[in-house]
C-alpha cells in the first residue's frame, strides 16, 4: 500500500486505491460509500486521484455502524412506547366501559354466576321434590312426562327469575 507523507490531523491522506487496499475493501466498495456521504478531501478526476482522510472516513464508517446499531433499540423503544400508549388506551376505555355499566370485572362475573348455578341447583334439586308428589300413582307415561316436564319448566323459571335478582344486586364497593 503506497501512502502519501502529507498527515492531517487524526489521519493519513490515501487514494482511492490506497484507502481502498487500506479498509480490505473493493474500490467500488469505496465508490458507494461515498455515494452514501463517506468524506472525502478531493473528488478524482481523469489522471487526478481522489484523496481521502483516513481518519475521517473511519468516523464515518463508526459512527454509521453505531447508527445502525442504535436504530434498531430506538424503533423497539418507540414500538415499547406505541404499545403502552395503546395499552393506556385500551384500560381508559375499558375503564368507561365498566363506569357505564356495559362490562363488569371478572370476579363480579365469577361471582353473579355462581349465584346462578346455585340458584339453578336448587330449583332443579326442587323439581324432584314437587314433582313427586304429583306423579305417585301415574301410570300414563304420557301424563308422566307432561308433569314432570311442567316441574323442571317451572323450575327453570324460577331459576331465571333468581338470575334477573342475581345480576340486579347492587354489591357495595369495598374501598381498598
Request: charged share 35%.
Amino acid at each position: 500500500m503506497e501512502s502519501k507523507s502529507l498527515k492531517t490531523t487524526g489521519g493519513v491522506i490515501l487514494s482511492r486505491a490506497d484507502l481502498s487496499a487500506y479498509c480490505g475493501i473493493d474500490p467500488k466498495t469505496l465508490d458507494a460509500w461515498v455515494r452514501d456521504g463517506c468524506p472525502i478531501l478531493r473528488e478524482g478526476s481523469r489522471g487526478v486521484a481522489a484523496q481521502f482522510n483516513s481518519a475521517d472516513v473511519w468516523r464515518w464508517r463508526e459512527e454509521r455502524l453505531r447508527s445502525k446499531l442504535v436504530a434498531p433499540v430506538q424503533q423497539r423503544r418507540e414500538e415499547l412506547e406505541l404499545r403502552k400508549l395503546e395499552a393506556q388506551t385500551v384500560s381508559a376505555e375499558l375503564e368507561m366501559e365498566r363506569d357505564k355499566g356495559a362490562i363488569a370485572p371478572v370476579d363480579e362475573f365469577e361471582r353473579a354466576t355462581a349465584k346462578l348455578m346455585t340458584a339453578i341447583r336448587t330449583n332443579m334439586l326442587n323439581v324432584v321434590r314437587h314433582a313427586e308428589l304429583s306423579l305417585l300413582g301415574e301410570t300414563d307415561r304420557t301424563k308422566f312426562a307432561a308433569t314432570l316436564r311442567r316441574h323442571i319448566t317451572d323450575g327453570l323459571q324460577s331459576a331465571a327469575l333468581d338470575a334477573e335478582n342475581v345480576f340486579d344486586e347492587e354489591e357495595p364497593e369495598t374501598e381498598i
